[in-house]
């Protein structure tokens, strides 16, 4: 039984006691998100990594993606930045392989952290069409299947499975004359012209039962990829993205039907001003279903930066529902990212959540336990309360006071002390 059964027979299962512990929300609170489709919980049954719950009134979580290319394959350091990763406070992490012997690395990164792991299926079905027919246009339909299920059974915890893209979609990515930016999406791009080569259907949009059951079996959570997200600013929310948003919602009623975790996935690339209205729309057609944004980023042209446009991104789309953010890391649109990208990434990310939760949740006391901790100087307090300690520890040591209440930037002239003095009669410390 999934847990999405187990919540409609209203039985409240020991992962959505944990959730709950974990969320400080009820376990019925669990139990009835989880049945309505609004929460998924996280943990193929062969794997059982810690329950992580994502849905409406959860706290926002994190993902980071990591995997090797076909110009750089180091599994060494695709498992450091897996580590890295969870280190850092990801709640989940996607194993994005293309280069290499992709079972194998997968298989490892499965066994080197206890996050809940995703995939893109069809990576691994481009990367085996190659090796066998050397043409992705080339893969036989039995593939799409075999892939997913030998995925399925190595403990992958949840697929973005790309089931939206239909002849529907391409239509209108066709009618509206294509795009700025093109197809970013490598599993919508391997798609397209795996369907245009071979005029068919998607074959997991046109067997979609298979697609449910096969993810059934070991309750893995069903991600339904966004292949038409937007990769430019100017294509956001176009009319294919929107196609393919209906789409792959009215999947999410018929994979939730049979008992399927699902979470819907979104763009990408958007203005500030569309993101709201992007959140909005997806929560609305999806039935509230758990809501995946990759980034978003809002702007396409601070390549190095993205890390740090994608915090104001995220942190828009959680404020008004996304559940799950995807990090972007400095590396972002220009090459395969470092261990090091990934720590920032993670960081920034983080940050955004956070940012989202204030509004989103209204959480704030941590933030007023810091203004207190400031006004009273008590610099220590502050170290507990910053979530980056090693960073503020870091720069607080590298450049001392004279004054040890004060810090460098104002020194004698310290502005609270100055204040504390005539207000409460603050005296120096020894
Ligand atoms: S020295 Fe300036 S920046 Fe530092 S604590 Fe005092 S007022 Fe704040």
Do not use: P
């Given at each position: 039984m999934t847990q999405l059964e187990a919540a409609k027979s209203g039985i409240i299962t020991e992962r959505m006691k944990k959730v709950a512990e974990k969320e400080g929300v009820s376990p019925e609170y669990v139990r009835e998100m989880v049945a309505q489709g609004k929460m998924v919980i996280m943990g193929n049954t062969l794997r059982n990594p810690e329950p992580l719950g994502i849905g409406k009134g959860l706290r926002t979580k994190v993902n980071a993606s990591i995997g090797t290319s076909t110009d750089i394959i180091d599994l060494d350091m695709e498992e450091k930045k897996a580590k890295v990763a969870e280190e850092e406070g990801a709640d989940t992490l996607m194993e994005l392989s293309t280069g290499g012997d992709l079972d194998e690395i997968r298989r490892r990164i499965l066994k080197a952290v206890s996050l809940p792991v995703g995939t893109v299926p069809l990576y691994q079905v481009a990367a085996e069409a190659i090796k066998r027919y050397r043409a992705i246009v080339k893969a036989p339909k039995e593939l799409f299947f075999e892939v997913l299920e030998k995925q399925v059974e190595d403990g992958v915890d949840f697929m973005a499975v790309h089931c939206g893209i239909n002849r529907l979609s391409i239509e209108r990515l066709k009618k509206q004359g294509y795009r700025y930016g093109g197809l970013v999406s490598r599993g919508g791009a391997f798609l397209v012209a795996w369907m245009e080569y071979n005029n068919a259907e998607n074959p997991y949009y046109e067997e979609f039962d298979s697609v449910v059951s096969i993810l059934k079996r070991r309750d893995v959570v069903l991600?339904?990829?966004?292949?038409?997200?937007?990769?430019a600013v100017h294509d956001s929310n176009d009319r294919a993205q929107i196609q393919e948003l209906i789409i792959n919602c009215e999947l999410a009623d018929e994979a939730r039907e049979s008992g399927v975790q699902t979470m819907v996935e979104g763009p990408g690339h958007i203005p500030i001003d569309e993101i709201e209205m992007n959140v909005k729309l997806a929560k609305k057609l999806s039935g509230e279903a758990p809501y995946y944004v990759l980034g978003p980023v809002p702007t396409d042209v601070f390549p190095g930066y993205d890390h740090i446009a994608s915090v104001a991104g995220a942190a828009l789309a959680a404020q008004y529902g996304a559940d799950l953010i995807c990090y972007l890391t400095p590396a972002e649109h220009i090459a395969l990212p470092f261990p090091e990208d990934v720590r920032i990434g993670v960081r920034c990310a983080r940050i955004a959540a956070y940012m989202g939760d204030m509004v989103k949740?209204?959480?704030r006391e941590r933030d007023l336990e810091m203004a207190i901790a400031r006004k009273e100087l008590d610099w220590s307090r502050q170290l507990e309360i910053a979530v980056f300690k090693d960073v503020f520890q870091e720069i607080r040591s590298t450049r001392p006071p004279e004054a040890p209440d004060t810090c460098t930037m104002c020194g004698k002239l310290c502005a609270l002390k100055a204040v504390r003095r005539i207000f409460e009669g603050y005296e120096e410390p020894r």
């Open positions: 991600s339904l990829g966004n292949g038409m997200r937007s990769g949740l209204g959480r």
